[in-house]
RNA sequence: GGUCCCAUCGUCUAGUGGCCUAGGACGCCGGGUUCUCAGCCCGGUAACAGGGGUUCGAAUCCCCUUGGGACUGCCA
């Protein structure tokens, strides 16, 4: 941990794609261990292999960063004092630390390829935050399929070092404190320590976090459907929600607590008490997590979750009153388990058309049409538009209902049909009061249920 | 094959030798509220992989077995 007990800890995706869960969850963790300990999150970006990295890859890793306020202090654009932060601009920086172990005898020039001699007899342990001690015969940490020692690529041919490599360089030479990454890296420690070793140098400290895997117990991937964090933001989950969720793999703040803000998340963040097993993601709890976040937004808030939504439909959002739509949302409850849910949910708020497309009103029998016309009828008539409002209005259906033996339901199945095609909606009254008495009765005109 | 790692309800987890006849949450199944659904409230289902030790006592410590996973690239 080093001086005071802040870290310093790096985030190194390489820009071969977008940033998908499980780079999000070692990042996130990284960021967590940083603020928690009012230390110092810095993102590198592995791009040695040029043939894959892409800069808009690049681009879109820190926007997917950005989308679930992962914040860094140091990184590419950003900069800081032990830049840069693009491997591929420190290119002879790997191939002086090369020479100094060629010069010592430690590494050897095979073509234009260096390559590190691997000891034999030495023990590499050292003590994972998370997973303990491990501890492994240098001979074993690198070899080949038959078991014999297998020098390690220090310099590909092309020039540009290996990821082994450049990982030791760079996190030596930014003070990394503490190395946080994925459980896949755990067997690569040991090769990395021989590394340090040999150039003299300490060894930082290091955490491998638990595997993210899908439902069927394997590493997360394409296969498992959405991968992207953006996938996530488009299917209308909230940036909070998925770092909650994400959070949760792995980690608990204890006390029983599951629902949380970044804030707390932070000041609760204990990187030993990470979870070793591999965590399945589960979609289910992912909706739930989004949804008690959805819950909690206050009104004002949540319009600015939706709106892109609803917009995306191609609503003319502009064309309300801002109130208007909040209420509506506050109107919608827990319904909806995402923002695209609930944007679709609440759809016949901005819109008649696509209650027309959905709802023709032809299952309503002769007879129930008369009621129907006597009661709302009766309604329009009795109520201006300054009187419509939801408990009024109730109070006037259940009355009417009572005189004329009819059930409530009979009522208010139509009228919630009339408003918003679904057979599913918040309390039709309410409904019907924010939609405002002119607007019901034009949609009950269009469906015949008024005289 | 070799090296390393992991192992509590279907899933996420609490649990660090006695408070565990194993707790919470999601899911699922019932019930209640009700103009529908969601929500909310109440209840239920369901786990310490197996076997040996150590100990007065083990989900917790050790060993073995089994089952998973990672790595074994001049990818990262």
Not at 13 to 38: K, Q
Not at 226 to 252: C, H, R
Not at 383 to 411: H, Q, Y
Not at 414 to 427: D, M, T, Y
Request: negative net charge; proline residues 5%.
């Amino acid at each position: 941990m080093s001086k005071n007990g802040k870290m310093r800890v790096r985030f190194a995706p390489s820009p071969t794609g977008a940033l998908h869960i499980g780079g999000a969850h070692t990042a996130l963790f990284n960021w967590l261990a940083a603020r928690h300990s009012g230390g110092t999150f810095i993102l590198r970006i592995e791009d040695t292999d040029n043939e894959r990295s892409t800069p808009e890859y690049e681009q879109t890793i820190m926007d997917g960063m950005a989308w679930l306020g992962l914040d860094w202090d140091e990184g590419p654009k950003k900069g800081g004092p032990k830049g840069p932060y693009r491997q591929s601009e420190k290119m002879c920086e790997y191939t002086e630390i090369a020479d100094t172990l060629i010069k010592s005898g430690q590494a050897y020039r095979d073509g234009d390829a260096v390559f590190f001699r691997v000891p034999t007899g030495e023990q590499i342990t050292f003590d994972d935050i998370i997973y303990g001690e491990i501890s492994v015969a240098s001979e074993k940490a690198s070899v080949n399929t038959d078991g014999t020692v297998k020098d390690i690529v220090l310099i590909k041919s092309d020039g540009t070092p290996t990821y082994n490599f450049a990982v030791v360089a760079d996190d030596h030479g930014m003070d990394v404190t503490t190395v946080i990454r994925g459980e896949d890296h755990l067997a690569n420690t040991p090769k990395q320590i021989l590394i340090y070793r040999a150039l003299g140098w300490d060894t930082p400290n290091f955490a491998h976090l638990p595997m993210i895997l899908g439902a069927d117990k394997k590493k997360l991937s394409k296969r498992h459907g959405a991968t992207s964090v953006f996938e996530y933001k488009d299917m209308g989950y909230l940036p909070e929600s998925v770092f909650n969720f994400l959070a949760l793999l792995g980690w608990t703040p204890g006390n029983d607590v599951e629902i949380f803000d970044r804030f707390f998340a932070v000041e609760k963040f204990e990187l030993s008490k990470v979870t070793k097993k591999p965590a399945v993601f589960d979609m289910k709890k992912l909706d739930f997590v989004n949804q008690e976040h959805l819950k909690a937004m206050d009104p004002r808030a949540r319009y600015e979750a939706i709106e892109p939504f609803w917009r995306e439909m191609g609503f003319d959002v502009g064309k309300f009153p801002a109130a208007y739509l909040e209420n509506a949302l506050v109107l919608m409850g827990g319904r909806g388990k995402t923002t695209r849910e609930l944007a679709e949910f609440s759809d016949y708020f901005l819109d008649f058309d696509v209650v027309k497309s959905r709802y023709t009103a032809n299952d309503i029998t002769p007879e129930r049409r008369e009621n129907l016309k006597n009661c709302f009828g009766e309604m329009l008539w009795k109520f201006s538009p300054d009187n419509w409002e939801a408990e009024k209005l109730e109070d006037f259906a259940r009355g009417w209902c009572d005189t004329n033996g009819v059930s409530l339901k009979e009522i208010a199945m139509p009228l919630r049909f009339a408003l918003s095609g679904r057979k599913v909606s918040p309390g039709v009254f309410e409904m019907a009061a924010l939609i405002g008495r002119d607007e019901c009765r034009d949609r009950l005109a269009h469906f015949g249920f008024v005289g």
